[in-house]
């Protein structure tokens, strides 16, 4: 049941759902897509703030970038797996997520802090910048990530004009998903959107490989 | 066990005051003595009651001993940046004279003055690489009671005298003063680490003690200051390729050789120093498979381990990850003896902590004197303890509300779905900013010491 129209709480996980999961299932139930943006999301927006308590070890930011790298890898099979459909829901995965972020993060306030932290790095004793590189690197992604973001828009300005974030998250996905899915009987796309986006998307895939290993430096 | 635990409450700190938020509590070998540490850089050590005939029901209370100020506060005027320094762990030496001795380790916040408007736009935030280096240091605490009195050239208010007015000369004399407590840093060691230090931990050897940051393990000798050995590396040639820190480590309680220490992938390694003077390689993996029915995005993030604690005995290895106690034998690699719930109607609401931040809390567990019970925190000042020969667990709770002086704890219970009784509270109203990190267990009794934000709670078995 893909529960066309039903909105759930993205908070909640599935659990008997997911034991049911099969990688090489064609038919992905609607909720996992949606925690997978919504942790995708979170993660990316984590990377580029600081956190409000302290934590002044990697951990934190190792364990995110992890479940980044593994939602990375999921799409990835996903998109080889089934390159018609489910290419468009990776891709507007990482645009609605993209934009949220540049909701965020105005670009010219980042890009001027970021310019200063390093400043701040360079004063410092040689041994100690040479060992933080791992913060200056995860800080170097984003002016590219920013800039890959602003390419893929202009790849797709139709997308975006078509859906609005809640429209998509909560009523759309259900329509392209089920109209898409190889099992349906019309594998036609039914809206005129979905047009513009297959044409599009192969380079918008590798636009996507682009930012994520952009992101995270694989 | 006894569930019934007479509450005898002891607060540090009345007001709610960032800098005064305990991040470290300790008890030292005997018991005698509890150290905490704050988030504002200041140590307080409290000393238990010689137990008296005369006040019996005084059984050995905990008082102020000694406080003091691991480092002052900074200002950095050319980067108008306020740096701060926060207690992060503490361990006690063995006792051997009079004195008491305790290692602290510290670590850095730097943010910018509000009053000033900085060129740069600098955030708030933590760097792992500091700009004042991290340090261990030992600190030596010693009473006071006598003080000399009967100068020759200075008179009784501490001025110089003329030296003219001198006819005589005459010895000093040691006479009695009221009890000072002083405490003396010793040993600072420092120029060993550039990340974040998580433990400390002394050997058994008495001689030596190791410090641990994200990649990095280092051996020290208590006596020398400018050198270190460094004995566990996994800092991989392209930090890009990082995917693993080291989370905690401790030393074996009597084999000086071994040490163990725990990973934000959920694996435990033990290296023996014997084997070999770099211990990457480890002589023992433990890990457990994952469980393929509870997969999910967090299933990383909620194996790191925050805490690895050795037993007693030196026979076990007891671990806490985001959601639950493991015990593991150490004769056993390839999965726990014992694994104990803490909080797993958390499970469900994983999504919720991740955005929170939540889910990178570090819980700390802890042994009590005789390895058959375990005691770790949880949210809304809950703390839960698992007795190992009974299967019986608690769940109870630290703050003043229900902690009144000579009162008994009352169990608590967490509703995770459908009736919820009187007493019990639904997961949904739980307060996630109350947060019982540490905890501490006496050493042979059965006190424990837990700190609930800023306030400390001491709690006693009742008395029969």
Known sequence: ?218 | MSEHVSAHVSTLCEDICPTDIISTVEFNSTGELLATGDKGGRVVVFQREQESKNQPHRRGEYNVYSTFQSHEPEFDYLKSLEIEEKINKIRWLPQQNAAYFLLSTNDWKVFPDPNITPTDSSLPCWHSSPCPDKTVKLWKISERDKRPEGYNLKDEEGRIRDPSTITALRVPVMTPMDLMVDATPRRIFSNAHTYHINSISVNSDYETYMSTDDLRINLWNLEITNQSFNIVDIKPANMEELTEVITAAEFHPNQCNILVYSSSKGSIRLCDMRESALCDNHSKLFEEPEDPSNRSFFSEIISSISDVKFSHSGRYLMTRDYLTVKVWDVNMENKPLETYQVHDYLRSKLCSLYENDCIFDKFECVWNGTDSVLMTGSYNNFFRMFDRNTKRDVTLEASRENSKPRAILKPRKVCVGGKRRKDEISVDSLDFSKKILHTAWHPSENIIAVAATNNLYIFQDKVN
């Not at chain 1, 139930?29 to 990377?47: A, D, E, I, N």
């Not at chain 1, 790298?69 to 995965?93: F, G, N, Y």
């Not at chain 1, 998509?168 to 109209?179: G, R, Y």
């Open chain 1, 1 to 218: 049941m893909l529960g066309k129209g039903l909105k759930r709480k993205l908070e909640q996980e599935e659990e008997n759902e997911r034991k049911k999961m099969d990688p090489h299932q064609e038919v992905m139930p609607t909720f996992y897509c949606l925690q997978r943006q919504t942790v995708l999301t979170l993660s990316l927006s984590k990377l580029h703030s600081q956190p409000a308590h302290s934590d002044p070890g990697l951990v934190r930011r190792v364990l995110i970038t992890n479940t980044l790298r593994h939602i990375q890898e999921e799409l990835r099979v996903e998109a080889v797996l089934l390159p018609q459909s489910l290419a468009t829901d990776i891709k507007d995965s990482f645009t609605s997520a993209l934009a949220e972020i540049e909701d965020l993060c105005p670009a010219v306030e980042i890009t001027s802090s970021l310019t200063n932290s390093h400043k701040f790095r360079q004063t410092e004793p040689v041994h100690e910048s040479m060992e933080s590189n791992m913060d200056s690197a995860l800080f170097q992604f984003t002016p590219s990530l920013l800039d890959s973001a602003q390419s893929l828009f202009n790849h797709c300005p139709s997308l975006l004009a078509d859906f609005s974030l809640d429209d998509f998250l909560f009523t759309e996905i259900d329509n392209l998903l089920f109209d898409n899915t190889p099992c349906s009987s019309s594998p036609s796309p039914s809206s005129g959107s979905s047009k513009v986006i297959s044409m599009t998307f192969k380079s918008d895939l590798n636009e996507l490989d682009h930012i994520m290993e952009v992101l995270v430096g694989s």
